[in-house]
Nanobody, 120 residues
């Protein structure tokens, strides 16, 4: 019904930048909040940032001041601009969205994940 496809993952040097994108498609009526999470090997999935449909944002302390979440409602796409990357930021990054379908059902959708590596 809804697919979230992430892109932009890869290997970056410590201190570098990376921009992740997550595009939603399918039987979408509207998208509410969109979020980014990450999961490092052997660790629990960690919430990073959220953005409402109106553009209000919120961040985890671990990324505040370094990462920026944004969205393009016309493209049903959310972005995560990551600056000042550290080795501990290496993880699989997932996007999540609260989606109201054309049927008016509301679901939570997840992307497949994008691997980000940070070389020290």
């Amino acid at each position: 019904q809804v697919q979230l496809v992430e892109s932009g993952g890869g290997l970056v040097q410590a201190g570098g930048t990376r921009r992740l994108s997550c595009a939603a498609s399918g039987s979408i009526f509207s998208i509410n909040a969109m979020r980014w999470y990450r999961q490092a090997p052997g660790k629990q999935r960690e919430w990073l940032a959220a953005i409402t449909s109106g553009g209000s944002t919120n961040y985890a302390d671990s990324v505040k001041g370094r990462f920026t979440i944004s969205r393009d409602n016309a493209k049903n796409t959310v972005y995560l601009q990551m600056n000042g990357l550290r080795p501990e930021d290496a993880a699989v990054y997932y996007c999540n969205a609260g989606v109201k379908l054309v049927s008016r059902a509301i679901i939570g959708a997840w992307g497949q994940g994008a691997q980000v590596g940070v070389a020290s």
